[in-house]
């Protein structure tokens, strides 16, 4: 099990870039969450198998088609035991 946080900066907010990256989550069988940030970014924490989140950043990385995506700053973080879904954060 492997979890990432992530920064994601460009124009990704107002895009329903939030909303493809939750649903694309659920269909690698990633938990986590993703918010807006005041500076125009996201931030986001994903965890699961690393072939699923390898898979899954490449997919985010080309985005929903509306969304364009500058910058992507990943860290490899300590899971967190017990979470059971990927989160949209208000």
Do not use: H
């Not at 124009?11 to 500076?39: E, H, M, P």
């Not at 973080?77 to 979470?83: D, F």
């Amino acid at each position: 099990m492997v979890r990432d946080f992530f920064i994601i900066k460009g124009y990704v907010q107002g895009v329903g870039f939030r909303y493809f990256v939750s649903y694309t989550a659920k269909l690698y069988d990633l938990t986590g969450w993703i918010k807006n940030c005041d500076d125009g970014s996201v931030q986001m924490e994903a965890q699961g198998k690393k072939d699923s989140l390898e898979e899954f950043i490449n997919k985010i990385k080309i985005g929903n088609g509306f969304c364009e995506i500058e910058d992507i700053f990943i860290n490899e973080i300590k899971p967190v035991k017990n979470e059971r879904n990927f989160k949209i954060i208000y």
